[in-house]
Structure formats: structure tokens, C-alpha cells
């Protein structure tokens, strides 16, 4: 066998494994930067949700 003979399907099988493993990777980026974003935001939604309770309290609605 010669290294130029391959298979047409199998070529287009090792293509769509690439794919499928680089839509993978940019799926799981995404995730990752939603995460940080959420861990980066942790302080300011803390800071709201303390206003929010400081608010209510003053207001007699706990």
C-alpha cells in the first residue's frame, strides 16, 4: 500500500473528528469563560444582595 492511497471515507472521517474536536474545544472555552465571569462577578452580586437585605430590613419586610 502506498502512502498516498487512502480511503476517500476515511479521509472524510479524520476530517470530521477534527471538527468535532475543535467545536468541543470552543464549547468548554465558552463554559470556562462564563465560570470566570460568574467568579468574577461573586463580590458585586454579594454587595447587591447585602443592599437588597440591608433595604428590606430597614423597610420592615423581613
Not at 473528528?17 to 470552543?26: C, K, Q, R, S, T
Not at 470556562?32 to 465571569?37: E, G, H, I, P, Q
Not at 433595604?55 to 420592615?60: C, F, S, V
Request: proline letters at 2%.
Amino acid at each position: 500500500m502506498d502512502r498516498a492511497e487512502i480511503d476517500t471515507d476515511d479521509l472524510l472521517k479524520l476530517v470530521l473528528l477534527l471538527v468535532v474536536v475543535w467545536l468541543l474545544v470552543e464549547i468548554v472555552e465558552t463554559v470556562l469563560d462564563v465560570a470566570f465571569w460568574l467568579f468574577d462577578a461573586i463580590p458585586t452580586l454579594i454587595g447587591v444582595a447585602l443592599v437588597v437585605v440591608i433595604a428590606l430590613r430597614l423597610a420592615d419586610r423581613i
